[in-house]
């Protein structure tokens, strides 16, 4: 079955529902009928659909369905410690909201970071917003990825600690509502994607190493 539904999305699938059969029971009609395409909503926004795709130490796949935004030289200085390039892909609150992991390797380093909750498409979200970042150390160097929550998430959920095997394109996690997520590679990178085009998570190939 390829239809699946995140676990953390129970619990506002149930209450989007009970709203409504509350409205259904003792509201006028109108109301059920108002609410209802919010239900239904909330039950796309948890799905969780297999995917399969490219895999590969060569290949840099995608972490986040989504529009990228920007592909830009940076310093990261928390793990990878030096210039990278980094691709950010934002996610609007009808694309599927969990992540999945670019890259296979060992997770080194994780920093959740409270932060604001501005637009995520900004420039600056990358630095201010609510965030954790995994580093993982992968055959070809040190790749770090950066969930960031936007204006309507309120909680980042990151499966993995320290320690643990990052398997390219399994589930790394979930932001809920709008968000984005930032790959930082090393230089020796080749990004295949520009901006504006669009990105499915575990499929679109974002970059490939020599």
Same mark, same amino acid.
């Given at each position: ?6 676990? %953390?999305?129970? +619990?506002f699938?149930?209450a989007?529902?009970?709203i ?5 029971r003792?509201?006028p009609?109108?109301a059920?009928? =108002? ?6 909503w909330v039950?796309?926004?948890f799905? &969780? #659909? =297999?995917r %399969? @795709?490219?895999? *590969?130490d ?6 986040? &369905? !989504? ?5 830009v030289?940076?310093?990261? +200085?928390?793990?990878?410690?030096? +210039?990278?390039? /980094? ?12 992540n999945?992991? #670019?890259?296979?390797g060992?997770i080194e380093?994780?920093?959740y970071?409270? @932060?604001?909750? $501005?637009?995520? !498409?900004?420039e600056?979200a990358? =630095?201010?917003? %609510?965030?954790?970042s995994? @580093?993982?150390?992968?055959?070809? *160097?040190?790749? =770090?990825?950066?969930?960031?929550? $936007?204006l ?6 990151? &499966?993995?600690?320290? $320690?643990a095997?990052?398997v390219? *394109?399994?589930?790394? !996690?979930?932001?809920r509502?709008g ?7 090393p230089?020796?990178a ?5 901006? !504006?085009e669009?990105? /499915?998570?575990?499929?679109?190939v974002?970059?490939?190493? +020599?």
């Amino acid at each position: 079955m390829n239809f699946r539904i995140a676990p %953390e999305g129970w +619990p506002f699938i149930a209450a989007a529902w009970l709203i409504a059969a509350l409205l259904a029971r003792f509201a006028p009609w109108y109301a059920a009928a =108002l609410w209802a395409p919010i239900a239904i909503w909330v039950i796309a926004f948890f799905r &969780d #659909p =297999l995917r %399969e @795709g490219p895999r *590969g130490d060569t290949l840099v796949i995608a972490p986040a &369905d !989504g529009e990228v935004v920007s592909v830009v030289t940076v310093d990261e +200085p928390a793990y990878v410690s030096g +210039p990278t390039t /980094r691709v950010s892909i934002f996610m609007n609150v009808f694309n599927v909201h969990v992540n999945r992991y #670019p890259v296979s390797g060992t997770i080194e380093y994780r920093h959740y970071n409270a @932060g604001v909750f $501005g637009h995520a !498409g900004t420039e600056k979200a990358s =630095l201010e917003n %609510e965030q954790c970042s995994l @580093g993982i150390a992968t055959a070809h *160097g040190r790749v =770090l990825v950066r969930q960031i929550a $936007g204006l309507v998430a309120r909680r980042i959920v990151t &499966d993995h600690q320290v $320690g643990a095997k990052a398997v390219q *394109g399994e589930r790394m !996690g979930l932001i809920r509502f709008g968000s984005r997520v930032d790959v930082f590679l090393p230089p020796d990178a080749t990004v295949t994607v520009r901006t !504006g085009e669009m990105t /499915r998570a575990g499929q679109t190939v974002v970059a490939r190493w +020599p």
